[in-house]
Nanobody, 124 residues
Framework: QVQLVESGGGLVQAGGSLRLSCAAS????????VGWFRQAPGKEREFVAV????????IYDDSVKGRFTISKDNGKNTVYLQMNSLKPEDTAVYYC?????????????????WGQGTQVTVSS
């Protein structure tokens, strides 16, 4: 059973930046497609970004494209989400997820493992 632990959330002003981290308890992220999802209050969880097993391919939701960057450090067994130019509408609990076919990388139901989530709050 792979455990994922997110960190790096917090409170930031609009226009600011945060970097989220997702660390795996065992195994290696080279074996997994890893994605980030988020859930705002009163809304369904939504796709944010995903990175392939090799780290070569990435996919972003249009709402974050050009502002967020997903990356992978296989040596540290960690996936990052660099978030720049943050907006109040980015406020949500952000979740890391692993192990899904790349063809279904935007579908949260395809992922086998999930972290506990980290809160990101962007003030206006």
């Amino acid at each position: 059973q792979v455990q994922l632990v997110e960190s790096g959330g917090g409170l930031v002003q609009a226009g600011g930046s945060l970097r989220l981290s997702c660390a795996a308890s065992e195994g290696t992220f080279t074996s997994y497609v890893v994605g980030w999802f988020r859930q705002a209050p009163g809304k369904e969880r939504e796709f944010v970004a995903v990175i392939s097993r090799t780290g070569i391919s990435t996919i972003y939701d249009d709402s974050v494209k050009g502002r967020f960057t997903i990356s992978k450090d296989n040596g540290k067994n960690t996936v990052y989400l660099q978030m720049n130019s943050l907006k109040p509408e980015d406020t949500a609990v952000y979740y890391c997820a692993a192990d899904a076919p790349i063809s279904r990388a935007k579908d949260e139901r395809a992922f086998s493992y999930w972290g506990q989530g980290t809160q990101v709050t962007v003030s206006s």
